[in-house]
Nanobody
């Protein structure tokens, strides 16, 4: 059973940076594409970005492109979400997710239903 645990969330000010981590266990981490999603109160879960299993390809939502970097360390079974120049509208619960089925080398899944395993989420709050 794959387990994902996010960490690194917190309260920051607008313009700050934050790095979230997603630690995986119970599976072959290097086989999974990893995605990051977020969900603000009263809104649907939103795709942030994803990375392929080798880390050679990433894909980002237009809403965060240029401010977000996703990376992974397969030796540590961990994926990362680096967020810079944070805005109040980035406030949400951030989730990491793993996909073994739908993503390809350069065709990463962007729909929540295409990810099979999810973490519990970590809260990010950006004050203005």
């Amino acid at each position: 059973q794959v387990q994902l645990v996010e960490s690194g969330g917190g309260l920051v000010q607008a313009g700050d940076s934050l790095r979230l981590s997603c630690a995986a266990s119970g599976g072959t981490f290097s086989s999974f594409a990893m995605g990051w999603f977020r969900q603000a109160p009263g809104k649907e879960r939103e795709f942030v970005g994803a990375i392929n299993w080798s880390g050679s390809y990433t894909y980002y939502a237009n809403s965060v492109k240029g401010r977000v970097t996703i990376s992974r360390d397969n030796g540590k079974n961990t994926a990362y979400l680096q967020m810079d120049r944070l805005k109040p509208e980035d406030t949400a619960i951030y989730y990491c997710a793993a996909d073994l089925i739908y993503s390809t080398e350069q065709g990463l899944a962007a729909m929540p239903e295409h990810y099979q395993h999810w973490g519990q989420g970590t809260q990010v709050t950006v004050s203005s």
